[in-house]
């Protein structure tokens, strides 16, 4: 096992190295975003196609009264 003083020490980013990762972040956050907003967009109009579809079957089909269940005796 090693010793305390055995072990290295961990190098801390420098000002430039910070500076830089943020950027990168920036822009990931920027292109995570975009891909959000898209598949929350394609969803919504997906889901109203389907709901105008299902309100297009409905309306074609005859409307009837709901069937009464035999009361069992």
Do not use: Y
């Amino acid at each position: 096992m090693k010793k305390p003083e055995e072990f290295e020490r961990r190098k801390l980013p420098s000002k430039e190295e910070r500076a830089a990762r943020k950027v990168l972040r920036k822009a990931d956050a920027r292109v995570a975003m975009a891909e959000h907003e898209n598949a929350a967009e394609a969803f919504a109009k997906n889901r109203e196609r389907l709901r105008e579809e299902r309100l297009a079957r409905e309306a074609a089909e005859p409307h009837s009264p709901p069937k009464k269940k035999k009361a069992d005796s």
